[in-house]
């Protein structure tokens, strides 16, 4: 069984592009946090009406909730997961451990890439929420402006992908990694990739980690 997969990075840096990879080729489940959240609030649930402006500023949700909803979206039960935008923080790493991973065989991969980079990658994502796929329309354009390829659905561009948004998401960004970067390189679990290169080759790269595990 592959091990569990916490990928860990900047907003942009390619973790969605790499798990949607990792899920059509090498059969792992995906739980990413951003996605549960946004589908709340799609929903119009309790929990989405609490969150959205949080959402649309670029701030953290609280601790609690975020587990909570991690929780009951995903059963190890013998599947490998690509844990997506969480952990964010020391205490989330910890809670992804004691409560979620319990002891279950896991690689932390950091998307190591220059910060200044992204701005431009994540200004110009547009995704496919139905089959997945993300695009960007400077380097990966769908063939048809504002349709996904594969499922012709409509593209979105998420309310959040704005310049002044993100610049507060890479801040808390920053003032969050270290401690959970020190944390898994102190339990020995710790890989790094450099996520400024291409998406083929950081895949290319994932891969071989998860051969060597
Ligand atoms: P994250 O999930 O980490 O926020 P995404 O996977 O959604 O990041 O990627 C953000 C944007 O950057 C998307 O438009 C995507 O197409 C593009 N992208 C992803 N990986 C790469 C890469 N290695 N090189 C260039 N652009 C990339
Ligand atoms: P993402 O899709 O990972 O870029 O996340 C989008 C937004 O969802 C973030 O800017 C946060 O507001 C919220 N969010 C996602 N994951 C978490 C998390 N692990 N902890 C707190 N907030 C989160």
């Given at each position: 069984?592959?091990?569990q997969?916490?990928?860990?990075?900047?907003?942009?840096?390619?973790?969605?592009?790499?798990?949607?990879?990792?899920?059509?080729?090498?059969g792992?489940?995906?739980?990413?946090?951003?996605?549960?959240?946004?589908?709340?609030?799609?929903?119009?649930?309790?929990?989405?009406?609490?969150?959205?402006?949080?959402?649309a500023?670029?701030?953290?949700?609280?601790?609690?909730?975020?587990?909570e909803?991690?929780?009951?979206?995903?059963?190890?039960?013998?599947f490998?997961?690509?844990?997506?935008?969480?952990?964010?923080?020391?205490?989330q790493?910890?809670?992804l451990?004691?409560?979620?991973?319990?002891?279950?065989?896991?690689?932390?991969?950091y998307?190591?890439?220059?910060?200044?980079?992204?701005?431009?990658?994540?200004?110009?994502?547009?995704t496919?929420?139905?089959?997945?796929?993300?695009?960007?329309?400077?380097?990966?354009?769908?063939?048809?402006?504002?349709?996904?390829?594969?499922?012709?659905e409509?593209?979105?561009?998420?309310?959040?992908?704005?310049?002044?948004?993100?610049?507060?998401?890479?801040?808390?960004f920053?003032?969050?990694?270290?401690?959970v970067?020190?944390?898994?390189?102190?339990?020995?679990?710790?890989?790094?990739?450099?996520?400024?290169?291409?998406?083929?080759e950081?895949?290319?790269?994932?891969?071989?980690?998860?051969?060597?595990?």
């Amino acid at each position: 069984m592959n091990p569990q997969l916490i990928l860990i990075g900047a907003p942009g840096s390619g973790k969605g592009t790499q798990a949607k990879n990792l899920i059509d080729n090498m059969g792992y489940k995906h739980v990413s946090t951003g996605d549960l959240l946004r589908s709340e609030i799609a929903k119009e649930s309790e929990l989405g009406l609490k969150v959205k402006s949080i959402l649309a500023d670029g701030n953290l949700v609280d601790n609690d909730t975020v587990l909570e909803l991690l929780n009951a979206n995903c059963e190890l039960d013998g599947f490998s997961y690509i844990f997506d935008g969480y952990p964010r923080n020391l205490e989330q790493a910890e809670a992804l451990d004691s409560h979620v991973l319990k002891g279950a065989n896991s690689i932390a991969v950091y998307f190591d890439i220059d910060l200044e980079i992204l701005i431009e990658r994540i200004v110009n994502r547009r995704t496919a929420p139905k089959s997945g796929e993300i695009y960007n329309l400077v380097t990966r354009p769908p063939k048809v402006e504002g349709k996904c390829d594969v499922s012709g659905e409509d593209l979105v561009h998420r309310k959040d992908d704005n310049e002044d948004t993100v610049r507060n998401r890479m801040n808390i960004f920053k003032d969050n990694v270290d401690p959970v970067l020190a944390y898994y390189e102190s339990l020995g679990r710790l890989k790094r990739v450099d996520a400024k290169a291409s998406a083929p080759e950081v895949y290319e790269l994932i891969e071989k980690i998860i051969d060597i595990k």
